[in-house]
């Protein structure tokens, strides 16, 4: 694996500190390139339109929340199409790969690709990589059509297949060179856009005119800078069959205990590992992709709620229900597929305008093209001291759970003077299996 930070940030500074945090261009590196005038100008659905095209200028703020003196902030190019780009039609050799875990919406993100390239752009050469990133190399590849994926959306997993790990950037990169292709997107969580920035810079290295997109993916919601990873909102409505489950459960009996265990790396099933016993599982053992495998924090709860009203003398009625891959492995709902059509409509203008090493995301309601080293850099973390937590734990008349150690850590870091900084609820990446009382 290589190291994903290479790229130089694309940093332009304008009036009032605004600072625009771009994405690259192929013309960066392939300053010749020529343009031609957009196909979407011709398209029936978008000709009637008078500003169907981005104003080259227009950026989506970061920063929604701001006082009368404060600097404009980080901004990134607004996503959308563009009046000229740099493929003709019959020139590109799209590929799509999806890689980590199961995520609601991956068929919807893939058939949406799909068809904006051959409906919007006139592009008939899409090839679907099956396995993830080392489908690549080791494994078939699929010819995708409209036709082909017509249905997929109705059905959970990705019809390509998925993996951990078999990330090898040279043998990508060469077979991406082998077979011409020159629009690489790929769908994925943090880990996956870390290896899609390193394919970018050795495309790069090489000189090579391929645009590499990224599209987050992932029910942990832990990517940042975006405001949503799409099948996130499908999770939470399935997870809530689980909750009410072990409610009517709980409810229906004497001393009745409801208990239910969420997927979500670190933002739920991550939970108090440091309190659990190391002889559940080993605390080192780590997935093919390097991902620490986290122990049971359900079971463990369980065993400690029995234990502790055994010794009261209390009988209770504890009922566990974890529906960990039933969250993840179902179609998306509606709004996640409105949401993940935008998300690949957006995905093929960028890379049909010639921009590169980006993933694309809603940025405070806006699509936007955002660096992938702005991506990878930090992990969105649940934040246990905000009001969002507050107001969670006075909805479900929980109490705070901070222990005087997490109080005296929080007011030892510096308060920001709002309550939406930058970066304000995401952590570096190295810090997050340490021991963090922001894991919920
Ligand atoms: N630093 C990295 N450099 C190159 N490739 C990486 C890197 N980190 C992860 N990958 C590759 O990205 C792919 C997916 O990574 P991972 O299994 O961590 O899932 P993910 O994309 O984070 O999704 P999720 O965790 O939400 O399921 C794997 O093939 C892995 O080898
Ligand atoms: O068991 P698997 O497939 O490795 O995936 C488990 C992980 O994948 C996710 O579903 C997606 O990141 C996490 O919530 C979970 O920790
Ligand atoms: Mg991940």
Redesign the pocket.
Known sequence: ????CDTQMKLVAGAAGYVLEDVPHLTDYLPDLPSYPNPLQDNPAYSVVKQYFVNEDDTVTQKIVVHKDSPRGVHFRRAGPRQRVFFESDEVHACIVT?????PGLNTVIREIVCGLYHMYGVRKILGIDG???GFYAKNTVTLTPKFVNDIHKRGGTILG??????D?SKIVDSVQDRGINQVYII????????????FEEIRRRGLKVAVAGIP????N?IPVIDKSFGFDTAVEEAQRAINAAHVEAGSIENGIGLVKLMG?YSAEGAGQDLLSESLQSMDQQ?????KLLQDVGLWISHRIKEHFAKKKMPINLKYIDPTYMIRAIPSIASDNVYCTLLAHSAVHGAMAGYTGFTVGPVNGRHAYIPFNRI?EKQNKVVITDRMWARLLSSTNQPSFLNPRDISEVKKEKQPATGLLDGENCRDRKSVTEDDPCIS
């Open positions: 694996m290589g190291n994903p890689c980590g875990g199961l995520c993830g990133y080392r998925t993996s951990r790990g078999g990330h950037t994925g969580g943090d880990g996956t856009q870390r290896g899609a920035a390193v394919i993916k992932t029910i942990d832990d790396r997935d093919a992709s390097g991902n990878i």
